[in-house]
């Protein structure tokens, strides 16, 4: 009942994460909308505003409007002024209701996971070893829990007892069930469905993996990237060469007549010269790029980190646990001459019945496979366990049968003569293969070798085809022998591999690739790994591996899959593509600005009449092309932000087409899309008797 109970609840959990993304994806509901609006507003203190200089200089600009509408009260210039300074503050609101809208839908992604991680109730044992009820919240690092059947695990921790399934996809969303066993991390909020675990506590609260999810999704600790610093300084510098070119074009102007140096005018001019659109949308597009990973359920430490992810050259993966399942399982009986399969089969699954190992697992399951026609064996008698001694287990059999399992070597010295050269070759063949041979015997007779093999996790291939296409390129870096790596990078496709390392030599492994001017990402799951993953330039630990790993990576795949990166690597060039394609519109619909503004300002200044020759749009009036060309200024703004959130699709394509296919696509559309919408608002305008 308590798995039933269980099951309903993850599907309800699924439904409702559905529901919120769908909700997100299409419209805000009431409770987010009202949110947008007051942080909209909010964003508009100037001490917020401050850290967007294009934006500030726009909002100091909207004030200096209005001063000098206010003091035309009364005047034919009042309209004309005022409809100037509605239209700069909504280019300033447009502009935080991009940022707002974006972290909104952080914030809907947070609420979902609080309810996931919603209050727990949790069984502390105390130094006696019996339990008490509490709160979750009340959990320290140290703290050790049992957690029964249909219970919520109460925090992050390691299970130090016992074997179960657990549930994760209220974390990620993966169905399938994992089986938890001494010494792996569990995730709080996931489910217990089966048997009994004692778990050890390794996060006070505040500190799980949840609770940086929820923040990295609410953007409470982003910081801005490097690349996102150095384009916020190019704007900056642009604004300040745009505001020395139209302070220093007011004298000149004034020789022409006072009519040719309104301050209302010079501030449109200014407005439509500095680059707004990407100003106002840098923000939403980065908040954006953080929110992304999150829905991939990948936790990044660091803005830094997902930036750095689009740009990698080499991706260095830990073989064991990350490209293989982590334990080498059965996968062949090899019977001797003379020897059926199904009595090797058979033998093998007495000697593994008391083996809870994974590998002994795998044996038991492989015979059932193998015996599926026949009845299994009942394994009656005394279990013999494995010793470091005599490399073998097996079992005693109640008719006097005596059955071993064990390593090739042992077992050979226990064995007939005449059987020995025949199972030695047996096993050097499943050896050079790359697999690890188990021998087994009966009785002193020799039956036949047990193939072991490391699997390599399904989907990998093509996952790596990609990776090649990008230009990344992929290395296995193993403490295995160069045989076992030969045979694993083979099936799993990757482009090089490294084998018999150890942990300080991946270290110079990503040292020397880094030196020569490469970023190295690095995915592993093992303590050994720490150290790599902490000199990679993207570190990406599996949630499956140890907590030195993931203390170490700046990124924590909630699923526990290699390939996860190729997902990272794609949302950090989709950040990396639309921060350029929306750079490249912004400064290009400026020239279209230009043509709208320069020629209305000085149109009815005779001895400057030639400048009319600019007025390729036809434009009106003067007062009407400015005002065309600042609506148009302010209502792409909103246009452009489902670009922002969503990104620019990405092509695996080389960076020279993809650089020319971004200035052809975004460049050219960003002059001819407003000398278009110019055109069309100053008509409307006109309809009105405002232009």
Known sequence: MATASVVSNNKMNNKMNNKMNNKMNNKMDNKYFFEVLKDTFSKLSPLEMIHNPVMFVVEIGTVVTLVFTIGSVGRPAFSYELLVTIILFF???????????????????????????????????DASGASKMVDAGELRRGDRVVVEAGDIIAGDGVVVNGVGSVDESAITGE???????????????????????????????????????????????????????????????????????????????????????????????????????????????????????????????????????GDIDVLILDKTGTITVGNRMATEFMPLSGVSLAELAESALLSSLADTTPEGRSVVELAQDVLKDRAIPEGNGEPVPFSAHTRMSGIDLTDGRQIRKGAVSAIVEITEAHTKDDLTKLAEAVAGEGGTPLAVEIDGRALGVIRLKDIVKSGLKQRFDDFRKMGIRTVMATGDNRITAAVIAQEAGVDDFIAELKPEDK???????????????????????????????????????????????????????????LDVVMVGKQLLITRGALTTFSIANDVAKYFAIIPAMFATVPTLSVLGKLNIMGLKTPHGAILSALIFNALIIPALIPFAIRGVKYRAESADHMLARNIFNWGVLGVIIPFIGIWGIDHVLGLFGLA
């Open 507 to 565: 270290i110079d492994v990503i040292k020397k690739d880094q030196s020569e001017g490469k970023l190295v990402a690095m995915t592993g799951d093992g303590t050994n790994d720490a150290p790599a993953l902490a000199q990679a330039d993207v570190g990406l630990a599996m949630n499956s591996g140890t907590m030195a790993a993931k203390e170490a990576g700046n990124m924590i795949d909630l699923e526990s899959n290699p390939t996860k990166l």
């Open 175 to 309: 169905s399938a069930p994992v089986l938890k066993t001494k010494d792996d991390a569990v995730t709080g909020g996931t489910t217990l469905l089966s048997d009994r675990l004692i778990v050890e506590v390794t996060a006070n609260p505040g500190e799980t993996f949840l609770d940086r999810m929820i923040a990295l999704v609410e953007g409470a600790s982003r910081q801005k990237t490097p690349n996102e610093i150095a384009l916020s300084a190019l704007l900056g510098v642009l604004t300040l060469i745009f505001v020395l070119v139209v302070v220093t074009l007011v004298p000149q102007a004034s020789y022409y007549g006072p009519h040719a140096t309104d301050i209302t005018t010079m501030v449109a001019l200014l407005v439509c010269l500095i680059p707004t659109t990407i100003g106002a949308l840098l923000s939403a597009i980065g908040i954006a790029g953080m929110n992304r990973v999150a829905q991939v359920d990948v936790v990044a430490k660091s803005g830094r980190a997902v930036e750095a992810a």
């Open 91 to 125: 280019t300033i609101l447009f502009a935080t209701f991009a940022e707002s809208y974006a972290e909104a839908r952080g914030r809907a992604q947070a609420d979902f996971l609080r309810r996931t991680k919603s209050f727990t109730k949790a069984r502390l044992l």
